[in-house]
């Protein structure tokens, strides 16, 4: 069974930084891409970031890029979601996924975390 587990979220006021954590069980995280995404209150999930399985490559969303870094560390099946600058419209649920194959516009989950939730408030 698959478990996809995410911590570090919580509530900060703007401007401030939080890392975001996902670990997965019961699958070789070092062969999955893993994506971010997020749901805003009242909007459609999406996505964020996407890494591949060796962090070679990466892509982000433009509303993201520059303020939000992924990683992953694959020796502790775990990737990262790094957020600084954060604004009031970053509030949302953040969800962690593993996907099946890496593309440079979307990475298709086909695992998902529960979601944690993170607030910015001004």
């Known amino acids: 069974q698959v478990q996809v587990a995410e911590s570090g979220g919580g509530s900060v006021l703007t401007g401030e930084s939080l890392r975001l954590s996902c670990t997965v069980r019961?699958?070789?995280?070092?062969?999955?891409?893993m994506v971010w995404f997020r749901q805003s209150p009242g909007k459609e999930r999406e996505e964020m970031a996407c890494?591949?399985?060796?962090?070679?490559?990466?892509h982000y969303s433009e509303f993201v890029k520059g303020r939000f870094t992924i990683s992953r560390d694959n020796s502790k099946d775990t990737v990262y979601l790094q957020m600084n600058s954060l604004k009031p419209e970053d509030t949302a649920i953040y969800y962690c996924?593993?996907?099946?194959?890496?593309?440079?516009?979307?990475?298709?989950?086909?695992?998902w975390g529960q979601g944690i939730q993170v607030t910015v408030s001004s």
């Open positions: 996924a593993a996907a099946t194959i890496y593309s440079d516009t979307d990475c298709p989950a086909t695992y």
């Open positions: 019961g699958l070789h995280f070092g062969s999955y891409p």
């Open positions: 890494i591949n399985y060796n962090a070679m490559r990466i």
